[in-house]
């Protein structure tokens, strides 16, 4: 069956850094594209960043970009989000999501929290 694994969040100042992973298996990793959603407190699950499948292709929310960074190693069929410049505003838990002949799949989710 298809599973999607977060790790790597946690708190961070800041201004600081941290390097997001989605462990995938189920499917064949290579042949899709997938994305980075977040959902904070009290408001609404939002698209962070999307990836095609080869990775060649990448989008991003304007609140995000220039400083997310969103790859895919299709070798170790892993999804990563490396997130510099964080901001409190970055503080959500994190998920990543892939779309399967029009069956959506969610990891667990993983706490990211900005704060000094």
């Known amino acids: 069956q298809v599973q999607l694994v977060e790790s790597g969040g946690g708190l961070v100042q800041p201004g600081g850094s941290l390097r997001l992973s989605c462990a995938a298996s189920?499917?064949?990793?290579?042949?899709?594209?997938m994305s980075w959603y977040r959902q904070a407190p009290g408001k609404e699950r939002e698209l962070v960043a999307r990836?095609?499948?080869?990775?060649?292709?990448?989008s991003y929310a304007d609140s995000v970009k220039g400083r997310f960074t969103i790859s895919k190693d299709n070798a170790k069929n892993t999804m990563y989000l490396q997130m510099n410049v964080l901001k409190p505003e970055d503080t959500a838990v994190y998920y990543c999501?892939?779309?399967?002949?029009?069956?959506?799949?969610w990891g667990q989710g993983i706490q990211v929290t900005v704060s000094s």
């Open positions: 999501n892939v779309i399967l002949w029009g069956v959506t799949y």
């Open positions: 990836i095609s499948n080869a990775g060649g292709s990448t």
């Open positions: 189920g499917f064949t990793f290579s042949w899709y594209g």
